[in-house]
């Protein structure tokens, strides 16, 4: 006891009159703080200086500032004695609870007394005989966690925000920081300063350099952001050096309106390549049906004929209808509907195409049969019915005035129809989806299939739905305005605002089942052919199929589940993942076709699966999909 007297006259002369005199604390004096005032206190107390050694008795939250406790649970004996330890010491509250106050500590020497006063008083409580009557004091705090997960959460959260950043975000920082570069270096006041220009250049060099051909902010080298820093500073200079706004916002426009025109004649350029690139085929589809022509001749005329042709008539089979002069995309479309096929045996494929493919056309399936799918190859030639006499669309395509639209010189300059020159159009393969009956006299149901399109599932299903008294089942496409009826034909003219609604949903060719039965006794055809002789002029629409086709089946098309044909993967790369899984058909419709060069990559393994590289003709011809 004579001990703590002593301690205690000397803290009184050393801690109680400086606080009295030289701080804010005397209120403490007057209003005495509160029990929980002293636990806030406690909590906060550092042992010889050492910030990261905290009393055992309190729970310690590592946070800048400790949250209030909830509740205070005492030993039996230590209620009585623990307010007259809150009294006596009230004044020691630590001032660097944050690093900006301890700051301001180091430079009070007040607070250094009270801090050394602290710790002494610490001390001597500690060990004076009484100290273990305080059994324990628990706290029931909100949830606390220990410094090291903490640290870890802390981590994870700063991972998650650079997960959430963009993926591009440093590539598009590098490429604005060159920018910002170049406009500098084109003004003269940066000019006349040779340091900073050697700078820049230098800056603009190496920024350059580590950008390459990065799109993604995992392409770009390790020091990439040693460089990013490097040029933000050699920034900084140039714009200490040009002050005025006036000057930098007139050559910013001037490279807006130069970059703007570039982009301009660039995206002119594209379409023209592309919709070239799409007019042509490569080396090795040029090679195939001369190699199979080749191999056809060198058979006998027994081994020329394809098996079951009993079938072709037959109305109880399951009947194709294909138009292409493409053999290796008519390949993939039969494999890929035979393998998907729970019986094969009810197919039957009958395959349209042109006197100069017909007989490699033949050859490729007498060499590759579809399993045990019945296989029929027709020449349109032979279809003498078929003529200008009869068909408007085939006299149309033969006059001067279209030889001329596709033929002319200059066709770059009028870049808006180019889309429509394609030799596609041309081809009267491409309209003889308009005369199904005629070329199938005996037969009630044809699913028609392009030759662009990949088969994923069983299509069996089709041939018993009831199209309602419709004559054409297709998907509709109404989920972007350019799908609709306005997008394709000239609602200007009378004939054409009179007879349609411009917000009419579109659908889609490619995977159609007709009913044919139903297609003679509404005359489908003469209502084609009647459209036709209307636009000999092409007011009513320009060229191609889908437009009469959403002429001619006007009120007459079933509308089918989205699921039985997804579109889109010949143009655009952001078609839903998930919706191509589940596409019963998937339509590479566009110029992308999978079996150029220019094709998407990401979807061009759906289409390559079922061409086989073994087979010989396509491994001389060095087709490798």
């Known amino acids: 006891m004579k001990v703590r007297h002593i301690v205690l006259g000397l803290l009184s002369i050393t801690v109680i009159a400086p606080l009295l005199f030289y701080t804010d604390r005397f209120g403490t004096f007057v209003n005495p703080p509160s029990r929980r005032d002293f636990l806030d206190d406690v909590g906060a107390f550092t042992v010889s200086g050492d910030n990261t050694r905290h009393l055992n008795v309190l729970q310690h939250q590592e946070t800048s500032t400790l949250k209030e406790p909830i509740g205070v649970v005492y030993s039996g004996q230590s209620t009585e004695s623990f307010p007259n330890v809150t009294r006596e010491h009230t004044s020691t509250r630590v001032f660097y609870a944050t690093e900006e106050e301890r700051q301001q500590q180091l430079s009070n020497p007040i607070r250094q007394v009270v801090d050394r006063a602290t710790h002494n008083l610490t001390t001597a409580l500690d060990s004076r005989p009484n100290a273990s009557d305080i059994s324990a004091v628990k706290l029931e705090q909100k949830p606390t966690q220990p410094a090291r997960k903490i640290d870890q959460k802390e981590r994870s959260d700063n991972k998650r925000n650079r997960q959430t950043e963009p993926a591009d975000a440093q590539v598009c920082r590098l490429k604005d920081q060159l920018i910002r570069a170049k406009l500098y270096l084109s003004l003269p006041s940066i000019k006349n300063n040779p340091h900073v220009t050697r700078e820049l250049r230098q800056r603009v060099k190496e920024v350059t350099r580590s950008l390459g051909d990065a799109t993604k902010d995992t392409d770009l080298p390790k020091n990439a952001v040693d460089k990013m820093k490097a040029m933000e500073q050699s920034l900084e200079k140039a714009k200490q050096v040009q002050d005025d706004c006036a000057t930098v ?222 004559v054409n089942g297709a998907v509709e496409t109404c989920g972007e305005s350019f799908h609709r009826f306005d997008r394709y034909l000239n609602f200007s003219n009378p004939l054409i605002s009179k007879n349609f609604d411009p917000h009419a949903c579109g659908w889609a060719y490619g995977m159609n089942i007709f009913d044919l039965d139903e297609w003679r006794r509404q005359n489908i055809t003469e209502v084609y052919h009647g459209w036709q002789r209307l636009n000999r002029d092409r007011q009513l629409w320009k060229l191609g199929t889908l437009p009469p086709g959403l002429i001619t089946f006007w009120k007459r098309t079933y509308s089918l589940n989205k699921s039985w044909h997804v579109l889109g993967l010949g143009y655009n790369p952001n078609v839903n993942q998930r919706e191509i899984e589940e596409a019963a058909v998937i339509h590479y419709n566009g110029n992308l076709k999978p079996w150029l060069e220019i094709a998407i990559p990401k979807y061009k393994n759906y289409w390559a699966k079922y061409v086989d590289s073994d087979v010989m003709y396509l491994r001389e011809c060095n087709i490798n999909p």
Not at 371 to 386: M, P, R, Y
């Open 249 to 470: 916002v007139k050559k910013l426009r001037a490279m807006l309106h130069s970059s703007e025109e570039q982009l301009r004649v660039h995206k002119k350029q594209t379409m023209f390549l592309t919709q070239l690139t799409a007019k042509t085929l490569p080396k090795g589809l040029h090679c195939l049906p001369l190699r199979l022509t080749s191999e056809y001749y060198s058979l006998n005329s027994s081994q020329q004929n394809f098996p079951n042709q009993q079938k072709l008539e037959d109305p109880r089979q399951y009947h194709y209808a294909l138009f292409s002069d493409n053999i290796l995309a008519a390949a993939v479309v039969v494999n890929s509907t035979v393998s998907h096929a729970k019986h094969p045996l009810n197919h039957v494929f009958h395959i349209v195409t042109d006197g100069l493919n017909y007989v490699a056309m033949k050859m490729w399936f007498l060499g590759n049969p579809p399993g045990k799918a019945t296989i029929q190859v027709q020449n349109i030639e032979e279809f003498t019915w078929l003529n200008a006499s009869y068909s408007p669309v085939l006299k149309q395509l033969g006059s001067p005035s279209m030889i001329e639209y596709y033929f002319r010189a200059h066709r770059a300059n009028s870049d808006q129809n180019l889309k429509f020159r394609n030799p596609k159009y041309l081809s009267i393969l491409n309209h003889l989806r308009f005369y199904l009956p005629e070329i199938f006299p005996k037969l009630n149901k044809v699913l028609f299939l392009d030759d662009d399109i990949v088969v994923q599932k069983d299509l069996t299903g089709l041939w018993s739905l009831d199209l309602k008294g419709n």
